[in-house]
């Protein structure tokens, strides 16, 4: 199940498809403005870059089942952000998971997909 890793403060929080959160997103001026996010999408109406601690694609962890293992995260460094799509006011994670540094210039290298142009 698909999920991100937001930071406020000190406390790190997980949310999933069916949660709502505020996420940082990056402006074209480099300031951080913060935005309701609604889950995930497929589709990208305008692009954004959201600032996340993390994401991972692995279920979550059931510590009732034996057989359920911990999620492996992503961990993003501080220059950068998932591809997002904006749109009727609130924002979502790009799917799949593309990462994008400070500079819009697609993924870090060997840090997964890209897509240079929409960012």
Request: without cysteine.
């Amino acid at each position: 199940m698909y999920r991100i890793r937001l930071k406020t403060n000190k406390r790190v929080d997980e949310y999933g498809k069916d949660d709502t959160a505020t996420v940082g997103v990056r402006l074209k001026n480099g300031e951080l403005r913060y935005m309701r996010w609604q889950g995930f999408t497929l589709t990208i109406e305008h692009p954004v870059k959201l600032r996340v601690e993390g994401f991972t694609l692995d279920p979550g962890w059931d510590p009732r089942n034996t057989s359920s293992v911990m999620p492996r995260w992503h961990q993003l460094r501080d220059d950068e952000f998932l591809l997002g799509s904006y749109g009727a006011g609130v924002v979502k994670t790009y799917l799949p998971f593309t990462i994008v540094t400070e500079t819009g210039r697609g993924a870090a290298p060997g840090r997964g997909g890209a897509h240079p142009e929409k960012s």
